[in-house]
């Protein structure tokens, strides 16, 4: 009885010797290394790798073959077929119409002979282009004229069109007719360096749109009861609506005088700012910073 029990004990697992040399052997029959006969071979290695470098060269020939048949595709010409649709054109937008023979038109050619250049009408909204030398005239017929009756002055501003020879600032009125909801746009071209007349006897409020004008454009009104900038200081250089105006900030003598001068730094710090949009030219915010540089004083006080 005693031989069969311990024959049915497990036996336990050896444990590590130590050698003469001071150096621990490891059993190999514990289970975390694995035995010397589960290592595969030499030759057993080298026949995956083949078996593997053979799957690629398959893959390979197999991406060739698609390529080559795709070429083959591209280079054999279309079979004729069915000819293709006519592309269908886009359809083009509405464009200004010739208005001549608008009943406004007419009223304005038997009172002003040689006064109106061109009419157009688009998108129901007639314009009439005006002899700048009879704008005030022709604007002050259509208030007082009782079938017209444009006693509103909605808008007057300017264009300019620096490619064009002659007449490149082109004066704007917008006029409405309160009583019979209608409006009209007024054109009159000029030259940079030639007045036209105000319209300010004819609607008084024209006194701030021509002001803001000639701020902005350049353009002089002549018997003007008060013509001085209204946007910009009066000192200012340029007209900044103008296509040729530089759209970037440009050192004057306003700046010059009004700014004090900046360091490099302070010069490179500001550029940066502006970059990035965090800075405004000429508002308050950059004259007190300007300040503060220029006197030593710190933006935000050092936490103690």
């Given at each position: 009885?005693?031989?069969?029990?311990?024959?049915?004990?497990?036996?336990?697992?050896?444990?590590?010797?130590?050698?003469?040399?001071?150096?621990?052997?490891?059993?190999?029959?514990?289970?975390?290394?694995?035995?010397?006969?589960?290592?595969?071979?030499?030759?057993?290695?080298?026949?995956?790798?083949?078996?593997?470098?053979?799957?690629?060269?398959?893959?390979?020939?197999?991406?060739?073959?698609?390529?080559?048949?795709?070429?083959?595709?591209?280079?054999?010409?279309?079979?004729?077929?069915?000819?293709?649709?006519?592309?269908?054109?886009?359809?083009?937008?509405?464009?200004?119409?010739?208005?001549?023979?608008?009943?406004?038109?007419?009223?304005?050619?038997?009172?002003?002979?040689?006064?109106?250049?061109?009419?157009?009408?688009?998108?129901?909204?007639?314009?009439?282009?005006?002899?700048?030398?009879?704008?005030?005239?022709?604007?002050?017929?259509?208030?007082?004229?009782?079938?017209?009756?444009?006693?509103?002055?909605?808008?007057?501003?300017?264009?300019?069109?620096?490619?064009?020879?002659?007449?490149?600032?082109?004066?704007?009125?917008?006029?409405?007719?309160?009583?019979?909801?209608?409006?009209?746009?007024?054109?009159?071209?000029?030259?940079?360096?030639?007045?036209?007349?105000?319209?300010?006897?004819?609607?008084?409020?024209?006194?701030?749109?021509?002001?803001?004008?000639?701020?902005?454009?350049?353009?002089?009104?002549?018997?003007?009861p008060d013509l001085r900038r209204i946007l910009l200081p009066p000192d200012w250089e340029g007209h900044p609506l103008r296509k040729d105006y530089a759209l970037e900030f440009v050192e004057n003598q306003w700046t010059d005088k009004h700014l004090p001068e900046m360091t490099?730094?302070?010069?490179?710090?500001?550029?940066?700012?502006?970059?990035?949009?965090?800075?405004?030219?000429?508002?308050?915010?950059?004259?007190?910073?300007?300040?503060?540089?220029?006197?030593?004083?710190?933006?935000?006080?050092?936490?103690?």
């Amino acid at each position: 009885m005693a031989d069969e029990n311990d024959k049915l004990r497990p036996e336990p697992p050896e444990q590590e010797t130590e050698t003469a040399s001071g150096s621990a052997v490891i059993d190999a029959s514990v289970e975390e290394t694995p035995p010397p006969s589960s290592i595969p071979d030499a030759g057993q290695l080298a026949g995956a790798d083949e078996e593997k470098a053979a799957m690629v060269e398959q893959a390979k020939s197999r991406v060739a073959a698609v390529k080559e048949s795709l070429g083959e595709k591209a280079a054999a010409p279309a079979a004729p077929g069915a000819p293709r649709p006519p592309v269908k054109k886009k359809e083009e937008g509405p464009k200004p119409t010739d208005a001549s023979n608008h009943q406004l038109v007419h009223r304005l050619k038997s009172h002003f002979n040689g006064g109106v250049l061109e009419a157009t009408e688009f998108l129901g909204q007639l314009s009439v282009r005006i002899d700048p030398a009879r704008i005030a005239d022709v604007c002050d017929f259509l208030r007082r004229e009782p079938e017209a009756g444009f006693n509103y002055l909605s808008d007057l501003t300017c264009v300019h069109y620096p490619m064009r020879a002659e007449g490149p600032m082109e004066v704007v009125y917008n006029l409405y007719s309160i009583s019979r909801n209608e409006r009209v746009r007024l054109k009159a071209s000029i030259n940079e360096d030639v007045e036209i007349e105000s319209v300010t006897g004819v609607w008084p409020s024209a006194n701030w749109m021509e002001r803001e004008v000639y701020d902005l454009f350049g353009v002089r009104f002549r018997n003007h009861p008060d013509l001085r900038r209204i946007l910009l200081p009066p000192d200012w250089e340029g007209h900044p609506l103008r296509k040729d105006y530089a759209l970037e900030f440009v050192e004057n003598q306003w700046t010059d005088k009004h700014l004090p001068e900046m360091t490099d730094v302070q010069r490179e710090q500001l550029d940066q700012r502006r970059a990035y949009g965090l800075e405004f030219l000429s508002v308050p915010e950059e004259r007190m910073m300007r300040d503060i540089f220029q006197g030593g004083k710190e933006v935000m006080p050092k936490d103690k």
